[in-house]
Antibody, heavy 121, light 111 residues
Framework: QITLKESGPTLVKPTQTLTLTCTFS??????????VAWIRQPPGQALEWLAV???????RYSPSLKSRLTITKDTSKDQVVLTMTNMDPVDTATYYC?????????????WGQGMLVTVSS | QSVLTQPPSVSGAPGQSVTISCTGS?????????VHWYQHIPGTAPKLLIY???HRPSGVPDRFSGSKSGTSASLAITGLQAEDEADYYC???????????FGGGTKLTVL
């Protein structure tokens, strides 16, 4: 059974750095073709892909947020960590991690429940 | 304004059929990048419904089907059930933007 779960702070102040951890089970991030991605959804808005870390150490980022994002994986702990710098109230959103299948058009097979992160002073 | 355009809402009565469109361009759907579809009931984890344009993951009812033509893709739902009421998102890749993209989402209301 594949599960993913997001953890981290639910409230951050503007200009702070957000660190989110995705802890997963049921698959290995050493397996060919797999990755873990981060996706967010601001209240009342659409989903937005942020970043993905693949089995082969290839990391990809949303071009619009690339300068603020870092994604890392710890295969031994079955965790993927996303950091986002210089948080702003517009970054208030539900943040999801998901199992990504590598392809020319990658897709997200299983998702975590998500966690709401609020940016406010 | 999303690069992948979906109607904001669709509706249908139980037992009826609905289709949700996803219109892109020559740098995403039209460039032969696969389209994927997700069902999202607010407060729960989004669920993969269709991958690679037409394929259903195990456990997804065959009431859900996907198609693609040119720069557009569609999700069809037949035999509507109350439990189908959710938000639906298409997703693909854009070579010009070099990013994965989601559509703006479509809210399905089962009347």
């Amino acid at each position: 059974q594949i599960t993913l779960k997001e953890s981290g702070p639910t409230l951050v102040k503007p200009t702070q750095t957000l660190t989110l951890t995705c802890t997963f089970s049921g698959f290995s991030l050493s397996s060919n073709g797999l990755g873990v991605a981060w996706i967010r959804q601001p209240p009342g808005q659409a989903l937005e892909w942020l970043a993905v870390s693949y089995w082969d150490d290839d990391n990809r980022y949303s071009p619009s947020l690339k300068s603020r994002l870092t994604i890392t994986k710890d295969t031994s702990k079955d965790q993927v960590v996303l950091t986002m710098t210089n948080m702003d109230p517009v970054d208030t959103a539900t943040y999801y991690c998901a199992l990504a299948l590598a392809a020319s058009s990658p897709y997200f097979d299983f998702w975590g429940q998500g966690m709401l992160v609020t940016v406010s002073s | 304004q999303s690069v992948l355009t979906q109607p904001p809402s669709v509706s249908g009565a139980p037992g009826q059929s609905v289709t949700i469109s996803c219109t892109g361009s020559s740098s995403n759907i039209g460039a032969a990048y696969h389209v994927h579809w997700y069902q999202h009931i607010p407060g729960t984890a989004p669920k993969l419904l269709i991958y690679a344009n037409t394929h259903r993951p195990s456990g997804v009812p065959d009431r859900f089907s996907g198609s693609k033509s040119g720069t557009s893709a569609s999700l069809a739902i037949t035999g509507l059930q109350a439990e189908d009421e959710a938000d639906y998102y298409c997703q693909s890749f854009d070579s010009s933007l070099s990013t994965m993209l989601f559509g703006g989402g479509t809210k399905l209301t089962v009347l």
